[in-house]
C-alpha cells in the first residue's frame, strides 16, 4: 500500500479540519490543556519534592543551587520544540520523499508535507513519532535529578512535551475514533490538517 497520494483521488470528501493558526477555538482549547498539563506536572513535582510555603525557598535557591543549571534547562526547551518538529519531519520525509514545510509563531511551532495527502499509517507514524520518542526521555530524566530545582525544571520540560503534544495527540484520537479506514487521506500543510474520506 502507497504511503501517500500527489493528488487527491477521485471520490473523495473532505470530512474535518483542524487549523490551529486561525481557529480561535481551536487554539484557546490546545493551548489550555497543555498549560494545564504543564502545571499538572510541576505540581505534582512540587509535592513530591515536599515543597511548602515555608521551605521552598530554601529547598530551590538554597544552598548552593547551581544557577547555570537554569540556562541549560532554558536552552533544553528551545532545542526540545525544535527537535519535536524535526521529529516528524524525518518521518514523514523517510516515508513521502516530498517537501516539508517548518514554522514557528509565537502559539504553534509545526512540520508538515504540504503538497501532498497521507495515507492513515503514514500519518499516524509522522503525528506520533514526538510523542513516544520524547516521552521515555523526559519521564526518567526528573529521577536522575539531585537538585530539587532541576527536577522542578524537568517536570516542567515534561508538561511541555505532553502538553505540546496536544495537537498531535487529538488528530490521533479522531484517527482512532473517527477515521479508522486506512484509506483516510490527511493533507497536512504544517498548521493546518484535513482529513478526506472516500465517498460511500
Ligand atoms: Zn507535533
Redesign the pocket.
Known amino acids: 500500500m502507497k504511503n501517500y497520494e500527489l493528488e487527491l483521488p477521485q471520490g473523495y470528501v473532505e470530512a474535518k479540519t483542524i487549523d490551529a493558526k486561525s481557529d480561535k477555538r481551536i487554539m484557546f482549547l490546545f493551548t489550555l490543556v497543555s498549560g494545564l498539563v504543564t502545571v499538572g506536572a510541576v505540581v505534582v513535582a512540587w509535592l513530591c519534592l515536599g515543597l511548602t510555603a515555608n521551605n521552598w525557598m530554601d529547598k530551590l535557591i538554597g544552598d548552593g543551587a547551581s544557577y547555570w543549571h537554569n540556562f541549560v534547562f532554558i536552552g533544553a526547551m528551545i532545542a526540545y520544540v525544535i527537535l ?2 524535526l521529529t ?1 519531519g524525518v518521518v514523514y520525509k523517510a516515508m513521502t520523499k516530498q517537501k516539508l514545510t517548518f514554522g514557528l509563531t509565537l502559539a504553534v ?3 508538515g508535507v504540504p503538497n501532498i495527502y497521507v495515507y492513515r499509517k503514514t500519518a499516524l507514524c509522522a ?1 506520533l513519532a ?2 513516544l520518542v520524547f516521552l521515555p526521555i523526559f519521564t526518567v530524566l526528573p529521577f536522575l535529578m539531585t537538585e530539587p530545582i532541576d527536577v522542578l525544571w524537568c517536570a516542567l520540560l515534561w508538561g511541555m512535551h505532553v502538553g ?2 496536544v ?2 495527540l487529538y488528530c490521533t484520537f479522531l484517527y482512532l475514533t473517527k477515521f479508522r479506514n486506512p484509506l483516510t487521506l490527511l493533507r497536512d500543510t504544517g498548521p493546518k490538517q484535513t482529513f478526506y474520506v472516500p465517498a460511500e
Open positions: 519535536h518538529e516528524h511551532a509545526y512540520c503525528l514526538p510523542f505540546g503534544c495537537g498531535d
